[in-house]
């Protein structure tokens, strides 16, 4: 991890899941007092709000950037967008819809807060009220951060999958494809699937481009795409486990895993070449 200084800023509180839990209103700023740390340099606009305590380590999103001398950037002016913030109408959707994944029985990081603050962003070229969304997780490290995580850490954390499966990628596949099923039952997109946005823990994380019937998208052209992308989430979900086995060095099992995806419902199309007898596939 690398340090980053931070100051502590005025909020309102528009989202309260626990009001037990601190909260640490952190933006970075390189004169401030209060430190907060970044997990690799994958993690744009996400610092280590919190040091793990009880098994949880307390993570924030919209703190401003872990890169450039700047805390925020604003992109071109033709459809512009401030890097490092987050909009409040994000960060609520975030945190709304994760709490209804996590209501499925699918983990998820556990929502804290979604705070506004005195400040804008530009989002699509338009001002927006920025907003910092905090939560916890029991393991700070994604899938991508494979090349950072401490090794102990990955051990412990791999280490409590649990031994259904010899090869762990195989348990992953059993999580993953379970939680994808549970949620197209619930007419839920996630529509960000990828291995950025699953932790060693096998928590699910990022909602603010999902969708679900309690949250729809307010774009009528949008919603027309859900199930083309929600069948593309399969492929994507395939795609997170074969990356988990080439981390952990473990030759993937494609057999075993697709028997796990077809146990779920989920059925690999072939792909036929219109244009002679031949196909491609099994």
């Known amino acids: 991890m690398i340090s980053f200084k931070a100051e502590k800023i005025p909020y309102r509180i528009e989202c309260d899941a626990d009001s037990s839990n601190c909260i640490f209103p952190y933006v970075r700023k390189d004169t401030g007092l209060y430190s907060i740390q970044c997990i690799s340099p994958i993690h744009g606009r996400s610092f280590v709000l919190c040091a793990e305590k009880n098994g949880q380590w307390i993570i924030g999103k919209g703190n401003g950037l872990s890169y450039t001398t700047h805390s925020f950037v604003l992109t071109s002016p033709i459809f512009a967008e401030t890097w490092g913030g987050l909009s409040l109408d994000n ?23 979604v705070l506004s603050i005195d400040a804008n962003i530009i989002k699509n070229g338009e001002k927006c009220q920025a ?8 393991c700070p490290y994604r899938i991508t951060d494979f090349g950072f995580i401490p090794k102990h850490i990955l051990k412990r954390t791999i280490a409590k999958w649990g031994n259904k499966y010899q090869q762990k990628h195989l348990h992953a596949a059993f999580v993953l494809v379970n939680n994808l099923r549970i949620l197209h039952e619930h007419k839920v997109l996630h529509n960000a699937m990828h291995p950025q946005n699953y932790t060693w823990a096998l928590e699910l994380l990022d909602f603010e481009a999902s969708r679900s019937i309690k949250y729809p998208y307010n774009n009528t052209e949008y919603e027309a795409y859900v199930p083309m992308l929600s069948e593309a989430e399969v492929i994507q979900t395939y795609e997170i486990i074969n990356y988990i086995a080439w981390c952990l060095g473990e030759k ?30 099994n």
């Not at 959707?93 to 807060?113: A, P």
């Not at 907003?131 to 029991?138: D, G, N, T």
């Open 131 to 138: 907003a910092l969304l905090q939560y916890s997780v029991e």
């Open 91 to 113: 960060a609520v959707r975030d945190f709304n819809i994760g709490n209804e994944v996590r209501s499925l029985g699918i983990k998820t990081n556990l929502m804290q807060y």
């Open 252 to 281: 993937p099992n494609y057999i075993a895993i697709e028997n796990i995806f077809r146990d779920n419902g989920f059925r690999l199309k072939e792909l036929q070449l219109k244009a002679g007898a031949l196909s491609i596939g």
